[in-house]
């Protein structure tokens, strides 16, 4: 069974980088047809789809968000990471990663990890 | 604003049946799958049904999703108060080039 587990601060200061990474088990993050995704909730709101990295190292970021962010892989730990930088308090949310099937199985995500909540407050 | 429309909230009494709707656009319902997510509050999603219609091992066949031009469907029969959760659409989106989502539904049964 495929589990992805989200660690990082939980407090961030204002303009800071907000950095977390997502730890994959049960699966090889460096086996192809998959696309390691972060996605976000903001509290009591919807989700937000942030971006995604290929065990290529290929990434594809939202728009609203890309100025600001970088997605990574990390294949000898099976981790994938996010960065985001100067942050507000516009970025506190659960953030979630997931397993993406990408173009050919339709774009939607099989395994979640459990979300790691984020705030941002000096 | 979400690029996928929902109903903020649907209601039902258990045993009934309820549908949420999900409308998008060419660039995104029309040109892609939708996929439909379950979200205890509290807890991560969880996906629901895939490519339009298809269910994940483990999820009832009360669960069943429909899709038609540039809008989405996901139906629930025979409801039953564990169905109590929000629920999300979600498709890619060809003009922003990225994963959309619905504003998600709220289930009170």
């Known amino acids: 069974q495929v589990q992805l587990q989200e660690s990082g601060p939980g407090l961030v200061k204002p303009s800071q980088t907000l950095s977390l990474t997502c730890t994959v088990s049960g699966d090889s993050i460096s086996r192809g047809g998959y696309y390691w995704t972060w996605i976000r909730q903001h509290p009591g709101k919807g989700l937000e789809w942030i971006g995604y990295v290929y065990p290529s190292g290929s990434t594809h970021y939202n728009p609203s968000l890309k100025s600001r962010l970088t997605i990574s892989i990390d294949r000898s730990k099976n981790q994938f990471s996010l960065n985001l930088r100067s942050v507000t308090a516009a970025d506190t949310a659960m953030y979630y990663c997931?397993?993406?099937?990408?173009?050919?199985?339709?774009?939607?995500?099989?395994?979640w990890g459990q979300g790691t909540l984020v705030a941002v407050s000096s | 604003q979400s690029v996928l429309t929902q109903p903020p909230s649907a209601s039902g009494t258990p045993g009934q049946s309820v549908i949420i709707s999900c409308s998008g656009s060419r660039s995104n319902i029309g040109s892609n799958s939708v996929n439909w997510y379950q979200q205890v509050p509290g807890t991560a999603p969880k996906l629901l049904i895939y490519r339009n219609n298809q269910r994940p091992s483990g999820v009832p066949d009360r669960f069943s999703g429909s899709k038609s031009g540039t809008s989405a469907s996901l139906a629930i029969s025979g409801l039953q108060s564990e169905d109590e959760s929000d629920y999300y659409c979600a498709a890619w989106d060809d003009s922003l080039s990225g994963g959309v989502f619905g504003g998600g539904t709220k289930l009170t049964v």
């Open positions: 997931a397993r993406d099937g990408g173009p050919t199985s339709g774009w939607y995500f099989d395994f």
